[in-house]
């Protein structure tokens, strides 16, 4: 008897801790998603674009042949399918009293023009949430870039350089307290990093300063689910400090120069403020934003040299280019025909300081843009799976004139030039 008694035990014992395994197994699982897309576009002109003109900056500043005629005045166009996408969302069991999930994500954007065609990584990160905690690290959007609140354009570009556009090696914990949200992020760089003057980009110049990123933004939501109605706003700051060399070299003659250690930083802060509108026909969203030295989200900005404080061995202080901008969009709700329109403003303010008048040497992407005007009027037609999207994008920058900026690099005079992109997008998702 009694060994029928431990055997049962035994069994009773196997059979459950084989449905706990059971029940672990089921909690794991990746679902996939994302959609192919081709883009069909045509430019007025020459640009500034990334991936052969696929992600649109700005248009092309004039540039004059010994006729006075301007070069970039061609027109031009193209066919690309590299923003199709791939998405997989990882499930698993708890941890550390959170339930546990991941994403990765790519497409066939790739980092430069070099390896375009090729898979690159979006996003790639894990997250625990406790009840109104939750921690991610990984590969995300900058916080910058709100994901709840940002442009719906049928550009890759979602408005860029109006729009901040980073994905950013990161560390975030949000903190949900009530309707409020509070979100504290460290960041690195990778794919999107800080340009020099040799228009390149590169982490090292913020891995050097042995400070990450540091943001932090607060948010308020409230939802009327009766109503289809809710009401978003939030505002958020950031810091960053960047080195932007190591060492300086001076050049004595042809044969002869010599390297000196330096110890150089630059800081620059960003603030940003925004709000998100969904009424049952129409969602309306406003986004102002100030940058110093943004050129890693995509923005006009940079920085120069203020002054150099040693003349043996040529080490620089830097001062900070800064811009304002605004944009604001509104967009329909239908489910098979919607209507949108994107519009939005960049002032760029110069640098912060004055720049050195012996070593005025300038570090970034488009900081010789003084403003610059974006509408984009779109329409999106949904047939089950299968999206066709028709948007134009007027953009307007006016360029400084060269010869022609104070020491605070703002322009006395400009020309502005105009692209009219036409863009044909045909999506399929899965």
Sequence with gaps: MKKILIILCLITIAVHISAQETQEEKKFGISFSGYVKSDFFFDTRQVTAAREGHFLFWPSAEVQDENGDDINAKANFNFLAVQSRLTGKISGPDA??????????????AQTNANINLFRLRHAFIKLNWKTTELMTGQYWNPLFVADCYPGT?????????????????????????????????????????????????????????????????????KNEDA????????????????????????????????YKVDEKLGGMTAMAFTKIQLKPVTIKLQARYGENISDVLSVSGFAVKEVTNDLTGERTYTAFKNITFWGEVHTHGEKIQFGVFGGYLKNLGTK??????????????????????????????????????????????????????????????????????????????
Excluded at 241 to 256: A, H, K, Q
Aim: aromatic share 12%.
């Design 96 to 109: 550390l009293g959170a339930k546990t999930s991941a994403l990765v994500e790519g497409d066939f954007f």
């Design 228 to 259: 289809g109605t809710s009401f978003l706003i939030g505002a958020g700051v950031a810091y960053k400090t960047i080195v932007p060399r190591l060492s300086s070299t001076i050049e004595v003659n042809d044969t002869l120069s010599y390297t």
């Design 353 to 430: 300081e004055k720049m050195s008048d012996a070593d005025n040497t300038k570090f970034g992407f488009g900081y010789d843009i003084e403003s610059l005007i974006r509408i984009s009027p779109r329409i999106l037609y949904n047939i089950n799976k299968v999206r066709l999207a028709l948007e134009f994008e007027y953009t307007a920058a006016s360029f400084g004139d060269e010869n022609s900026y104070d020491l605070n690099s703002i322009p006395s005079s400009t020309t502005t030039v105009v692209n009219l992109r036409t863009l044909l997008s045909v999506y399929y998702f899965f």
């Design 154 to 222: 049928v550009s890759f570009n979602t408005g860029t350089p109006l729009q901040s556009f980073a994905r950013n090696p990161q560390v975030r914990l949000t903190q949900n307290v009530g309707n409020f949200k509070i979100i504290l992020a460290a960041l690195a760089q990778r794919d999107y990093s800080t340009w020099n003057d040799k228009n390149a980009a590169s982490s090292e110049y913020l891995r050097n300063s042995d400070i990450p990123d540091m943001h932090l933004q607060l948010h308020y939501k409230t």
